[in-house]
Every structure is written in structure tokens, then in C-alpha cells.
């Protein structure tokens, strides 16, 4: 059984740094693009970044790259997104996602089957 557990969410300043993790069971992370959604209440949820399995690649949408940076530890079985110089925008509840077929970038239009719980982001400004 697939289970995706996501952690490190918070609240912080704006100006301010969050790692989230997301630990995969039931899958090899290094084998699958794994990726990171995010949705603020009244917003169309956003793909924000995402790893490829083969040559760990990375995508970021244009609103974060040079302040997010996401990595894989295979030993861990977990990716990390490691957010720097948040913004009030950044706000949103954050979730780890997967399937055997996903390629990066993540698509909103596209349905996956592995889903984390979720973990809320909230920046202060």
C-alpha cells in the first residue's frame, strides 16, 4: 500500500524558511516523479515543483524558482522541498503527489493516484 506522509508545515514570518518532507511507503521515491501541489482557499490549486526519477531533474513554477528547492534523499525514501524567503502568497496547504505514470511538471489537468494528507503553510506578513 502506496502512502505519501508529508511534514514541516507552520506558520512563519515573511522573509522566513520551511523544509517539508514527504516520507514515501509502498514505493521507491527515487523510481517515480514526485511532486508538490499547493492550494489557498478560493485559488486553483498549483503545481509548484517536482523531481524526476531518472537524471532527478527539477521543475519549479516561475513564482517560486530561486527561493524553493526541491531534492531527494533515497535512503529516506523522501523528497524534501525546502522553502526560502516565503511570502504571504506562499500560503496554502501543501501536498505531496505521485503515480506510476507521472512525469514532471505535474499538471493540474492530470488525475494521480498517490496523495499526501496535506500540510498547511501559512506565512505571515
Known amino acids: 500500500q502506496v502512502q505519501l506522509v508529508e511534514s514541516g508545515g507552520g506558520l512563519v514570518q515573511a522573509g522566513g524558511s520551511l523544509r517539508l518532507s514527504c516520507a514515501a511507503s509502498?514505493?521507491?521515491?527515487?523510481?517515480?516523479?514526485i511532486g508538490w501541489f499547493r492550494q489557498a482557499p478560493g485559488k486553483e490549486r498549483e503545481a509548484v515543483s517536482c523531481?524526476?526519477?531518472?537524471?532527478?531533474?527539477?521543475y519549479y513554477t516561475d513564482s517560486v524558482k530561486g527561493r524553493f528547492t526541491i531534492s531527494r534523499d533515497n535512503a529516506k525514501n523522501t523528497v524534501y522541498l525546502q522553502m526560502n524567503s516565503l511570502k504571504a502568497e506562499d500560503t496554502a496547504v501543501y501536498y505531496c503527489?505521485?503515480?506510476?505514470?507521472?512525469?514532471?511538471?505535474?499538471?493540474?489537468?492530470?488525475?494521480?493516484?498517490?496523495w499526501g494528507q496535506g500540510t498547511q503553510v501559512t506565512v505571515s506578513s
Open positions: 503527489v505521485t503515480d506510476r505514470w507521472a512525469a514532471c511538471p505535474l499538471s493540474i489537468g492530470t488525475t494521480y493516484d498517490y
Open positions: 523531481i524526476s526519477p531518472s537524471d532527478s531533474s527539477t
Open positions: 509502498g514505493l521507491l521515491a527515487e523510481y517515480y516523479a
